[in-house]
């Protein structure tokens, strides 16, 4: 294989703008993990996509907000530092919500950059082509408004994979010439530890309201193998003692419902059998303490 063009793009939008999905639609796994929840991703997850004459490096990014804590100064620090290094952005504009301050915010930002950057109409399977038309026409409109000349404007839906090979297309078209940056079956250079520390939170966060989602965050205690098992320690983080028996449920029922969806992803992910032994801890207000931001990897 002789590849001939190979560099980094990064998915920028406003959070729950579909960026981690498309991640994972482009290179065709799991690899960035998702929720309705908005501040789901919270570093940069690169993920591979390699063809026959180019490899394409996507790094899914955090969502660009109005930070309320040292976390969220944090998460908009790996975005802009995201911006710097890569050589096209693939801006996610959501078809289903008329573009918003947030959308107009990280416009102007981009226009400063100068670098190739790519509207992607995403979540298009929840329209009629009419919508989708208007969706497009809001998102030229905005580039305007902003003094940022989109280099393509594409609509996709990674749910029904409508034209997410083309968006690869577009991206791979603005790389420079060079050889290959990963071996060829490489998908992710994420840490296997990290990616089942993310399947848990993915699994803690579903059916969770209010604040919670922000507070939560886990750690991986100890991960062995013993025979054909892997045994898997890890504590699942929450702020506030009041918010460690939502995260249990009555009798630890809603923390075993948890860990039941966490191992079925993380066995999919190793390719094994897994037992997982989950426990809640109250860090106090991590998210506002460098010592503790520190200590979960942040």
């Known amino acids: 294989m002789t590849v ?8 920028v939008g406003r959070p729950n703008a579909g960026k981690s999905t498309l991640t994972n639609a482009l290179v065709g796994e799991k ?10 991703t919270r570093h940069a997850v690169r993920g591979i996509v390699t063809r026959a004459d ?34 096209v952005i693939a801006l996610c504009l959501p078809a289903d919500e008329p573009p918003g301050p947030g959308d107009r915010f990280l416009a102007r930002e981009l226009s400063g950059l100068r670098k190739p950057v790519v509207a992607v109409v995403t979540k298009t399977d929840l329209l009629r082509p009419a919508q989708i ?28 994979a409508f034209q997410v090979d083309l968006l690869a297309d577009l991206l791979i078209g603005h790389l420079p010439e060079g050889p290959a940056l990963y071996p060829d079956n490489e998908l992710t250079d994420e840490p296997t530890e990290t990616r089942i520390a993310e399947l848990v939170r993915e699994a803690a966060l579903e059916g ?22 892997t045994v898997i320690h890890a504590t699942v983080h929450v702020e506030r003692d009041s ?12 923390l075993r ?24 801890n109250v860090l106090k207000d991590w998210q506002r303490d460098p010592r503790q931001l520190r200590r979960l990897g942040f």
């Open 257 to 280: 419902s948890v860990g039941t969806r966490a191992r079925h992803e993380i066995e999919a992910l190793l390719g094994g059998r897994v037992y997982l032994d989950l426990h809640v």
């Open 31 to 40: 690899i960035a993990i998702t929720s309705s929840r908005p501040q789901t």
């Open 133 to 160: 038309i208007e969706a497009l026409t809001a998102a030229q409109r905005l580039g305007e408004q902003a003094g940022l000349p989109f280099a393509d404007i594409v609509p996709v839906s990674a749910v029904s």
């Open 208 to 229: 969770v309201r209010d604040e919670l989602p922000h507070s939560l965050a886990v750690s991986i205690d100890e991960m062995r193998v013993e025979g054909g098992l």
């Open 4 to 11: 001939t063009r190979s560099g980094f793009a990064s998915l």
């Open 54 to 87: 180019a490899q394409l490096v996507l790094v899914d990014t955090p969502g660009l907000h109005r930070p309320r804590t040292l976390l969220g100064e944090r998460l908009n620090a790996v975005v802009r530092e995201t911006w710097a290094d890569v050589d």
């Open 243 to 254: 918010q460690k028996p939502i995260v249990l449920g009555s009798g630890g029922s809603r």
